[in-house]
């Protein structure tokens, strides 16, 4: 029995990539000795005074006592943020710690394991996936900050690169299971976060049933449930606030790049020109009272109140959801009479981008890392001058300097936008499935990157690492394709041999491709591992 025991053991090391245990452990020291400088976690948002909300979380009090209810009620953000917060604050005291300490621990590990994995699938050699995984995931000081803010961040990069993951897994090999494991990681994602839309998944889901004829029945029965839960929660939506988004901010988001810079005369003109209304040149997220609008008394407090316990204004109230319409039509009509100022503000958030997210404001009093911080932004992501903590509100009010930009981030992001479409193309007819694997992270990318870059000039950066790794990913696969197509002109380079053993169907077959061995069922790096799990 005991042989039995130790063999099993050993054909279970055998089959464990070794490469996972390094960035595992890695991920574990980085969190450590983060910990170990002084940075500890920020509870912050969850005091109840409501002076640290800094993502206008429920009211912790609603989370603790009308949790169900104050969720349901929701039209401000995506549920599954909210639910999460409150189902924390209902454990013991005690508890509340270590448990948000594993928990962003773990999403931190989920990101590098996924994001090597990924990049592992999609053909890159194990050697430059761990490299690029540790170099760009595990070493980044942003990964290990954003690791101790209880924060839509940290948690929605996990959902990203997990979906990526899960994705890629489903198109190699399209099953029930695999289309239901990814369909429901990237319904998770929309209901967390607004970086990614419930209408993006669905268009991605359409994509792969289009895409992957022989494997229409297993796509679509697969994603049926999570597919449903995302239409009857965008139906609610609509039903509530006439919009099917996860949110009812968009309007007064989009006042970032619009109306909060523009010049007061231009606003007073295009006011009695009739073209806008006055409400154009008050601030966004005020009292409901600053709008003329009476709040809309309907569903528990969390969302009949116009102000919450803390004595902030309840943004949940549905009221809002009119607030944000008159504010989209005022901007729409604004960047109609004025693009060239909307086009610069795009062009600010666009540098914002491209700011190292260790340099986010909520670290600008985390000072103790700060040569770890300056030694990778230097190095690493190639930025000439760090750039100074600005207060949020005023970031946008002028251009970044060039030389505070990443020219690492930047060309990341070139390659994944345009090189990645290119990649794509080339593989569509040879290699019709790892096309479509890499279009579903790029398309996940780019919406991000042109949702964000379109209405945001601020916290760009923030937005850029909730989908980063999607952006490593593409950035690394191309970078190596690139380098493969230079390499096999001298000699084999051994990344289309690669592509065999992972799986990835060559059409129409090459005789001298007929004697290369089947598709490799370990290939996959975290693929019924027991260790991952």
Not at 89 to 101: D, E, F, M, R, T
Not at 168 to 193: E, G
Not at 207 to 233: E, K, M, N, Q, T
């Amino acid at each position: 029995m005991a042989s039995r025991v130790s063999g099993g053991w050993r054909a279970l090391a055998r089959r464990i990539d070794p490469f996972v245990l390094v960035i595992g452990v890695s991920v574990v020291l980085a969190r450590l000795v983060l910990s170990w400088s002084g940075v500890h976690l920020d509870l912050r948002g969850f005091q109840a005074d409501g002076s640290e909300h800094y993502w206008q979380l429920l009211d912790p009090s609603w989370l603790r006592h009308d949790l169900l209810r104050s969720v349901w009620s929701l039209t401000m953000q995506p549920p599954l943020y909210n639910l999460g917060a409150g189902l924390w604050l209902h454990l013991p005291g005690s508890w509340q710690v270590p448990v948000v300490a594993v928990f962003l621990t773990g999403c931190f590990l989920t990101i590098a394991l996924a994001t090597y994995a990924t990049m592992v699938l999609l053909g890159v050699h194990r050697v430059v996936a761990l490299l690029a995984t540790m170099v760009l995931v595990v070493a980044d000081p942003g990964q290990a900050l954003f690791a101790t803010v209880p924060f839509y961040a940290e948690p929605t990069a996990a959902l990203v690169t997990i979906t990526a993951w899960l994705a890629v897994r489903c198109v190699r090999r399209p099953t029930t299971s695999s289309a239901a494991a990814f369909t429901s990681a990237a319904a998770a994602t929309a209901l967390f976060n607004t970086s990614v839309q419930p209408l993006v998944v669905l268009l991605v889901v359409g994509l792969l049933i289009v895409a992957l004829p022989d494997a229409r029945r297993a796509v679509v029965v697969g994603s049926l449930v999570p597919c449903l839960v995302l239409v009857g929660w965008s139906a609610l939506q609509l039903g509530r606030v006439g919009t099917p988004a996860t949110s009812t901010w968009l309007g007064m988001n989009l006042t970032h790049v619009t109306l909060n810079h523009a010049p007061p005369r231009q606003l007073d003109r295009l006011i009695a020109e009739g073209r806008i209304s006055a409400q154009a040149k008050k601030p966004p997220f005020g009292p409901l009272s600053a709008y003329g609008v009476r709040p809309i008394p309907v569903g528990p407090p969390s969302s009949a109140d116009a102000r919450r316990p803390d004595g902030q204004d309840n943004y949940n109230n549905r009221a809002y959801a009119t607030v944000s319409s008159r504010y989209l039509a005022d901007e729409l009509a604004y960047v109609r009479a004025a693009p060239g100022h909307y086009l610069t503000m795009v062009s600010r958030g666009l540098r914002i981008w491209t700011i190292p997210e260790d340099q986010y404001f909520l670290f600008y009093t985390v000072t103790t890392v700060k040569p770890w911080e300056t030694a990778y932004d230097h190095l690493v992501l190639l930025q000439g001058v760090r750039n100074p903590f600005i207060a949020l509100a005023g970031i946008a009010g002028e251009a970044t300097p060039i030389d505070q930009l990443s020219f690492t981030l930047i060309t990341a992001t070139v390659l994944s936008l345009v090189g990645a479409p290119v990649v794509i193309l080339g593989r569509w007819r040879r290699r019709r499935r790892l096309a479509v694997a890499m279009l579903v992270p790029w398309l996940v990318f780019t919406q991000a990157f042109v949702l964000t870059s379109l209405t945001e000039s601020g916290e760009n950066n923030r937005f850029r690492f909730e989908t980063g790794t999607t952006m490593v990913i593409l950035s690394v696969v191309v970078a190596t394709s690139l380098l493969s197509a230079v390499i096999s002109r001298r000699r084999p380079s051994g990344l289309e041999d690669r592509l065999d053993a992972l799986g990835w169907p060559e059409a129409p077959a090459a005789p001298d491709r007929a004697h290369r061995r089947p598709p490799d069922e370990d290939a996959d790096p975290m693929a019924d591992r027991t260790v991952v799990s």
